[in-house]
């Protein structure tokens, strides 16, 4: 059974840098991807990043672009997600999850497995 454990949350003041870990566990990396999602309270979920494990393909939100990192290490079956000079917008719970398919488009429905949320909390 597939399973993700999301871990790294915290409460950090804006402009500061958090790194997201992913743990995935009952899949072999490749023809698969790997999303960051999150979700502020009364907004929907949103998709932040996404790594393809076939070629580390990324993509990236344009809110998050230029700031956030979204990075596998296969030999440890964990994807990160380093988030540099972070804004009090960015205050979320997060959730990574997993698709077995090797698209980059990062729309919730489209995922099949899903961890538990991290929360991030930016103090301005």
């Known amino acids: 059974e597939v399973q993700l454990q999301a871990s790294g949350g915290g409460l950090v003041q804006a402009g500061g840098s958090l790194r997201l870990s992913c743990a995935v566990s009952?899949?072999?990396?490749?023809?698969?991807?790997i999303a960051w999602f999150r979700q502020a309270p009364g907004k929907e979920r949103e998709g932040v990043a996404c790594?393809?494990?076939?070629?580390?393909?990324?993509v990236y939100s344009d809110s998050v672009k230029g700031r956030f990192t979204i990075a596998s290490d296969n030999a440890k079956n964990t994807v990160y997600l380093q988030m540099n000079s972070l804004k009090s917008e960015d205050t979320a719970v997060y959730y990574c999850?997993?698709?077995?398919?090797?698209?980059?488009?990062?729309?919730?429905?489209?995922?099949?497995?899903w961890g538990q949320g991290t929360q991030v909390t930016v103090s301005s």
């Open positions: 999850a997993t698709k077995f398919t090797s698209s980059q488009r990062v729309i919730p429905n489209e995922y099949d497995k």
């Open positions: 009952g899949l072999t990396f490749g023809n698969s991807a």
């Open positions: 790594i393809v494990s076939d070629n580390d393909d990324t």
